[in-house]
C-alpha cells in the first residue's frame, strides 16, 4: 500500500472524473439539440411533383419536419433519399439556383422513368419525386435547410420538358 497504490487511485479518480465530464456534456448537447429542434416551424413551399404513372408533372404543396439540420418534408414512404442538383444557363437566371431532387431508392414500389434527366441520380428512383427549390441562403440560422417556392413556369423549362415520355399536351 506504498506511494503506488495512490498514484493509482488518483488516476482511476481522474479517469471517472473525465467520463463523468463527457457523459454531462454529450446529454447537455442532446438537450440543446433537441431545444432547438422543437423550435423550428414547419413550413409549407412548393415543389415540382414528378409522377411514377407518367401523369403530367405538378406543383404540389409540401410542408418540412421539425427534424433539426434536415427540415425536410416528412418522408411519404420508406427508404426517402436526397440529391442536390445546381441549374446553370437557364433562359431565365432566376432558375440558376440549386434544386433538392427527393426520391426513394426502395425497390418495392414502381421505378420512376418521367424524372427530367437534369434532376436524375446515379441510383434508380422509385415512385413519385419530387424537385424543391432551395433558397438562396441555402440554410437558416440553425442550419436547418431553407426552401422557396417552385415558379409554375420551372415545368415549362427546356431542362425539365425535354425528352419527356409523358404526355406532351401538359406544356
Keep these: ?85 445546381q441549374l446553370k444557363n437557364q433562359p431565365i437566371n432566376t432558375y440558376n439556383e440549386i434544386y433538392l431532387t427527393i426520391y426513394t431508392f426502395y425497390d418495392g414500389l414502381q421505378e420512376n422513368h418521367y424524372t427530367p434527366e437534369v434532376f436524375q441520380t446515379e441510383s434508380r428512383m422509385y415512385g413519385d419525386v419530387f424537385v424543391a427549390k432551395l433558397a438562396q441562403g441555402h440554410y437558416g440560422q440553425h442550419g436547418q435547410a431553407v426552401y422557396e417556392d417552385i415558379h409554375p413556369l420551372f415545368l415549362s423549362l427546356p431542362c425539365v420538358r425535354k425528352d419527356r415520355n409523358f404526355d406532351k399536351a401538359w406544356y
Aim: proline share 7%.
Design 1 to 85: 500500500m506504498g506511494p503506488g497504490r495512490d498514484h493509482d487511485d488518483l488516476d482511476t479518480q481522474k479517469g471517472l472524473l473525465v467520463f463523468v465530464l463527457v457523459i454531462t456534456l454529450l446529454w447537455l448537447y442532446s438537450k440543446n439539440k433537441s431545444r432547438s429542434a422543437s423550435t423550428l416551424p414547419a413550413i409549407k413551399f412548393t415543389v415540382a411533383r414528378f409522377p411514377v404513372n407518367g401523369q403530367a408533372p405538378s406543383l404540389e404543396r409540401l410542408e418540412t419536419t421539425t427534424e433539426f439540420l434536415k427540415n425536410l418534408p416528412p418522408d411519404r414512404s420508406l427508404c426517402r433519399d436526397y440529391e442536390a442538383t
